[in-house]
């Protein structure tokens, strides 16, 4: 507000930049949408020439976004791991599979099993899990403990960043 002063057109401009940022782009997350606009209200106070506005404005914003990651409003992780796995068909490794992503993951779902037919391997299933790491950078440690079980083949574990949420 102080950017624009007492400019009608400096306002009408802003107005027009958030109408064109409101229909032209689809932002799912609060989260991202308050940097959009922090780092549009940066641009307009560097574009009218009023630099200590946009110092303070960039370190208020900052303080403020590094407060909040330290408080439970953080963001909470939107790594979703897809976990891809065969076990032969007698196995009783499932249950030890499990007990691995449980104590790895803060959610977990199965998502999808096939059973497979194979002339070398004979009969198994392949298992689709879909989950969230308590700490997203313990995929490899998930893939080292679960690599230990015998019955374990063919093990894929891959990650997206998204917003899908799954239920404990």
Known sequence: MQSIGDSL??????FGALAILRFRTNLISTRNISFIFASM??????????????????????LVAFLLRLTPFSRKS????????QLPADSVALTAVQAVIRKRCRAHALKRYRVLYNDERGESVEYSFELRLFDEMQGAELAR????EPDVQDLRLSFNDTYVNLTD
């Open 78 to 85: 939107n790594l979703l791991g897809q976990l891809r796995f």
């Open 145 to 148: 403990e679960l690599r230990k």
């Open 9 to 14: 057109a400096r306002g009408f401009g802003i």
């Open 41 to 62: 209200a940066v641009g307009i106070a560097c574009g009218v020439y009023s630099f200590i506005n946009a110092i303070i404005g960039t370190l208020a914003f900052c």
